[in-house]
């Protein structure tokens, strides 16, 4: 069984903060919460829809006895309220963890260890969510099948661990990731497809001016391209300005495929352009199929390995030889001594049982399994 937390203050209660709540009260990873917002609306709905049991007026009431903290709000005021957090940290269980939901990580958790919580904290992103907010639209499903990335430093390898086992157990896929890697990988897949969409609805805007014909026109491709343009606006200013300096560089790369697609398309280069399409094509169509919201179980296996180059490869190979297929597979911790911990995850209790049982057959020594 996965760790199980007893008491858990849930600081901005919205789409993200209520769907990791419900996803985590779901799993039975949590037995209360306690939820922390600056609108007395939200908290009215939270409590209503389940996703908080009680709620605290101020901020040292939800944290106090809680042995998990979960920041949910946007990055800017995460990063002021962890100064809060610090503040009244004396009051929640010894062994409390700290973690986020932003979508940027390295300022968050470099906020973190300024404030001295670096012991607790433990930096984490779902790659799910909705261009809808607040807790209305809040859904357990949400995360359920979703990546999930968490951002431990060297010395964090327990309770990344211990956290990736609960939310693997809620059903998300966890990724370990280094806080500056996961906002370099996020400027590209995400915070420029927002630009890039909202570009898109602003150039359609401006041309609706002359004709209504754009809008009653606007079909599937439109609407299937400029999704997210219909998120807060708030919200995204916020993680654009947070993460301008991975973004830009990203701009300039734009800039100049435009124009060589200007190029191409101006001197009517037809194979050019077929290539063109045809890589996209090919490239989009290998990502992976992702379904959140899917009811889809996740098991997992924690096995003890020698902390030495290449395991994770010869450990994938070994269990592709007996033709077990590995959702995901990551290091999770790294002593001084010559051990570490891989985390495995399957879809299939098949293949979780089968790799337990070819692994203890090779020596490995399982440290836990769910
Ligand atoms: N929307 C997405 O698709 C998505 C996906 C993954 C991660 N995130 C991240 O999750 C976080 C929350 O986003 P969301 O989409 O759930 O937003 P949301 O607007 O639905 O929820 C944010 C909540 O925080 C509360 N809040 C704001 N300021 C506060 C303060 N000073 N004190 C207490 N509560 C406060 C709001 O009242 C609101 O209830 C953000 O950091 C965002 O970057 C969003
Ligand atoms: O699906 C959407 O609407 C989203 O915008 C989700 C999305 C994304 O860009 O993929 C948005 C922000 C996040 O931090 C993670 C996921």
Redesign the pocket.
């Known amino acids: 069984m996965a760790s199980h937390f007893s008491r858990m203050c849930l600081?901005?209660?919205?789409?993200?903060?209520?769907s990791l709540s419900l996803a985590l009260q779901k799993a039975g990873a949590v037995s209360r919460v306690i939820g922390?917002?600056?609108?007395p609306e939200?908290l009215r709905e939270a409590r209503a829809r389940g996703v908080i049991h009680e709620t605290a007026e101020h901020l040292e009431d939800g944290v106090r006895f809680a042995d998990l903290i979960v920041l949910?709000?946007?990055?800017p005021?995460?990063i002021?309220?962890l100064v809060e957090v610090k503040k009244h940290i004396y009051l929640a269980a010894p062994d409390v963890l700290i973690t986020?939901?932003?979508?940027t990580k390295k300022l968050v958790q470099d906020r973190a260890k300024q404030c001295d919580l670096h012991e607790h904290f433990l930096g984490g992103?779902?790659?799910?969510?909705?261009e809808k907010?607040?807790?209305q639209?809040a859904d357990a499903l949400l995360l359920e099948n979703a990546v999930y990335v968490l951002t431990p430093e060297k010395d964090q390898d327990e309770k990344a661990r211990r956290f990736a086992e609960v939310l693997a157990h809620a059903g998300s896929r966890v990724r370990f990731m280094d806080a500056k890697e996961h906002d370099r990988v996020v400027a590209a897949i995400s915070h420029v497809p927002h630009l890039i969409a909202s570009t898109l609805v602003s150039q359609v805007r401006d041309l609706a001016n002359q004709s209504a014909a754009y809008t009653e026109l606007a079909a599937g491709g439109f609407r299937d391209i400029t999704r997210i343009a219909s998120?807060?606006p708030a919200?995204w200013s916020?993680?654009t300005l947070e993460n301008q300096a991975e973004i830009l560089p990203l701009l300039d790369d734009w800039i100049r495929r435009i124009n060589t697609l200007k190029t191409i398309l101006s001197s009517r280069e037809q194979t050019h352009l077929h290539q063109f399409f045809d890589d996209a094509r090919v490239f989009r169509d290998a990502l992976p199929a992702r379904s959140t919201g899917a009811i889809r179980a996740v098991f997992a296996v924690t096995v003890s390995v020698p902390d030495e180059p290449g395991i994770i490869g010869r450990i994938a190979m070994l269990l592709g030889e007996h033709h077990i297929s590995i959702r995901n597979i990551g290091i999770l911790e790294s002593r001084e001594e010559d051990l570490g911990q891989l985390l495995l995850q399957f879809d299939t209790i098949q293949f979780h049982d089968e790799a337990i049982y070819v692994l203890q057959g090779e020596g490995y020594q399982i440290i836990d399994r769910v």
Request: one cysteine or more; glycine letters at 16%.
């Open positions: 600081i901005g209660c919205g789409l993200i903060g209520g922390y917002d600056k609108s939200a949910a709000a946007p990055s005021v995460v002021d309220l986020d939901v932003c979508s992103h779902p790659m799910a969510g909705s907010s607040g807790v639209a998120a807060d919200l916020d993680i």
